[in-house]
């Protein structure tokens, strides 16, 4: 089976229903991620960062996959996938892709503060201010941010190594170092990449299919085609 890796964004969450961080009306114009997404934020104001996935944790719990997130699974018919996701969330599992790593983490789960390894389930429930994890140190939320290290990503640059076609879908190729790992593609991989803004964000690109659009209307009809089903 041909290896194919998927690169998504919050591009294809946001049809779902999720808020990005980044869009004109996005989470960033209603905090500064100073405050909420950072490590130095959780050592001055655990109770507001606490709030903050808390309420990202409500969201979740409220939303479906998009019609994108389950063609991006169906592709397990005919390819070896591998989703890397720079989304926290678990849209991709719920439609029912299998091979996923999560770049920044997830948020329906929680960790020690001290030890990253040890990693609980905690689904759509509120992590509670003082809450403790098995090791006797705080819960935090099991997320990468601001001023952390990236720890998935060498697994994801050694997938899209592998990677005999690569298909990018929802992100604008901005936000390093996730935007670094079209980089690391060979040169005989095929890439696609699916966006509303995609020729404009890769305008300096010929070698990459550019296809401009929303991921719920397109990525279907992508995925029919490399099933051989159009």
Known sequence: MQKLVVLTGAGISAES????????????????????ASIDAWNENPNDVLDFYN?????LSEVKPNAAHYAIASLEQKFDVCIVTQNV???????????????????????SEKNSNLVTEIGYRNILSGEL?????????????????VPMLSKAIEVV?????????????????????????????????LDKNASQNLSYSSEIECINGLSAIRVPVLVDKLLGKV
């Not at 309420?55 to 969201?59: A, E």
């Open 55 to 59: 309420m990202r944790r409500r969201k």
């Open 161 to 193: 190594e592998q990677a005999q076609i690569l298909l990018i879908v929802g992100t604008s190729l901005q936000v390093y170092p996730a935007a670094s790992l079209i980089h690391y593609a060979k040169k005989k991989c095929r890439i696609l990449y």
């Open 89 to 111: 969330d678990n849209l991709h599992e719920r439609a029912g892709s299998t091979n996923i790593v999560h770049l920044h983490g997830e948020l329906t789960k929680a960790r």
């Open 133 to 149: 994890a098995a090791d006797g140190s705080r819960l935090r939320p099991h997320i990468v941010w601001f001023g952390e290290e």
């Open 17 to 36: 229903g999720l808020p990005t961080f980044r869009e004109s009306n996005g989470l960033w114009k209603q905090y500064r991620f100073e405050e909420i």
